[in-house]
T-cell receptor, first 117, second 114 residues
Framework: GAVVSQHPSWVICKSGTSVKIECRSL??????MFWYRQFPKQSLMLMAT?????????EQGVEKDKFLINHASLTLSTLTVTSAHPEDSSFYIC?????????????FGSGTQLSVL | AQKVTQAQTEISVVEKEDVTLDCVYE???????LFWYKQPPSGELVFLIR??????QNEISGRYSWNFQKSTSSFNFTITASQVVDSAVYFC???????????FGTGTRLKVLA
């Protein structure tokens, strides 16, 4: 089945630094990837939709200058948390859908736990 | 507005017991998809099932079964003869046809005790 790889699995950083998270579709091309954020014991909230070769679409309330998304190829999307602060600490998870497919299902990465000190 | 409610925050059962996880949804769309995902402690989301709104036939897959009741806007998930490996957080999700925006419920944490 389709596999989505997310790296790193966890990261600890100092406040004010930037952190980059990678999401790769390993065995399929993904024109669209999605970034979710999950607080402890809470649901997944869609942050943005990442489209290959174009600007990401952000959900209401998500700061696009804070969470930079780049989808440079059909197999890679990156999320950069700029000038991270403790309130950015969260579990970030990406997902992708098959190129040309319907929204039958999303394939999710294993997530990244970000802890900002 | 679309909304998914999983009223059960946490459930604990003893191994081999049957357990049902509830999911109630709200949508104005006439056609839509419903999903169940499993999130084990490792964090990744594992796809379990997708159901079209126009297909109310219940489905069984091994120890898993799903009961879709459009009249009550519910899509419940039953695990028969639960096992410790079933311990995870289970999410119910809703999306419109042609959109990839999934609306997730808050999840139900299932603990299966040996």
């Amino acid at each position: 089945g389709a596999v989505v790889s997310q790296h790193p699995s966890w990261v600890i950083c100092k406040s004010g630094t930037s952190v980059k998270i990678e999401c790769r579709s390993l065995d399929f091309q993904a024109t669209t990837m999605f970034w979710y954020r999950q607080f402890p014991k809470q649901s997944l909230m869609l942050m943005a939709t990442s489209n290959e070769g174009s600007k990401a679409t952000y959900e209401q309330g998500v700061e696009k200058d804070k969470f930079l998304i780049n989808h440079a190829s059909l197999t890679l999307s990156t999320l950069t948390v700029t000038s991270a602060h403790p309130e950015d600490s969260s579990f970030y998870i990406c997902s992708a859908t098959l190129k040309g497919g319907t929204n039958e299902k999303l394939f999710f990465g294993s997530g990244t736990q970000l802890s900002v000190l | 507005a679309q909304k998914v409610t999983q009223a059960q925050t946490e459930i604990s059962v003893v191994e081999k017991e049957d357990v049902t996880l509830d999911c109630v949804y709200e949508t104005r769309d006439t056609t839509y998809y419903l999903f169940w995902y499993k999130q084990p402690p490792s964090g990744e989301l594992v796809f379990l099932i997708r159901r079209n709104s126009f297909d109310e036939q219940n489905e069984i897959s091994g120890r898993y079964s799903w009961n879709f009741q459009k009249s009550t806007s519910s899509f419940n998930f039953t695990i028969t003869a639960s096992q410790v490996v079933d311990s995870a957080v289970y999410f119910c999700a809703l999306s419109g046809i042609g959109t990839y925006k999934y609306i997730f419920g808050t999840g139900t944490r299932l603990k299966v005790l040996a």
